[in-house]
C-alpha cells in the first residue's frame, strides 16, 4: 500500500504513523482478507475520530492488484460499516487519493457523500467522503 501511495503521488503516510491502539476494540478494528492459502491480500480499518459526536474514520482500505475487482474491498468495507455501527458510530468519514478512481467509484456507489477535506495539508491530493449511518435495531 505503501509504496503504490508513493508510486502515484511521491509521497504517503509512514507506516509507522498508526499507532495500532486506535485499532483494538472498542475504539477500532483492523479486518485483513486472506486466500483459502492464508496469503493476505487486501486490508481495511477504521478508528474513532470524534467519540462525541459518534464519528468513526475509515483508513488503510487496500486490496492488492491481483485480486482487485472480486468485490473484497466491498466487503471488508461493509463488515467495517456494520462493526462500527454495533459500537456506537452513527458516522464513518474518509479519505481516498484523487486518484484512486476506483475507490471514489466504490464510496459514492454504496452511499457515501463527498465533504471538505479534513486532514490538513492534504489539498487537492485527496477527496474526503461521510456516511451516515443507520443504529441497528
Given amino acids: 500500500m505503501y509504496g503504490e501511495q508513493l508510486d502515484t503521488y511521491g509521497f504517503a503516510d509512514s507506516p509507522e504513523s498508526e499507532i495500532a491502539a486506535?485499532?483494538?476494540?472498542?475504539?477500532?478494528?483492523?479486518?485483513?482478507?486472506?486466500?483459502?492459502?492464508?496469503?493476505?491480500?487486501?486490508c481495511g480499518g477504521y478508528r474513532t475520530?470524534?467519540?462525541?459526536?459518534?464519528?468513526?474514520?475509515?483508513?488503510?482500505?487496500?486490496?492488492?492488484?491481483?485480486?482487485?475487482?472480486?468485490?473484497?474491498?466491498?466487503?471488508?468495507?461493509?463488515?467495517?460499516?456494520?462493526?462500527?455501527?454495533?459500537?456506537?458510530?452513527?458516522?464513518?468519514?474518509?479519505?481516498?487519493?484523487?486518484?484512486?478512481?476506483?475507490?471514489?467509484g466504490l464510496y459514492v456507489e454504496v452511499g457515501y457523500y463527498p465533504i471538505p477535506s479534513y486532514v490538513p495539508g492534504r489539498g487537492s491530493s485527496n477527496r474526503a467522503f461521510a456516511k451516515e449511518l443507520e443504529a441497528e435495531g
Fill in 49 to 104: 475520530y470524534d467519540q462525541t459526536e459518534h464519528v468513526a474514520e475509515v483508513r488503510k482500505m487496500y486490496v492488492q492488484p491481483d485480486y482487485r475487482g472480486m468485490g473484497l474491498g466491498r466487503r471488508i468495507l461493509k463488515q467495517l460499516e456494520r462493526q462500527a455501527t454495533a459500537r456506537g458510530a452513527r458516522k464513518l468519514i474518509l479519505e481516498t487519493g484523487a486518484l484512486n478512481e476506483a475507490a471514489i
Fill in 22 to 42: 486506535d485499532y483494538t476494540a472498542p475504539q477500532g478494528l483492523l479486518l485483513v482478507g486472506y486466500t483459502s492459502s492464508g496469503q493476505p491480500v487486501g
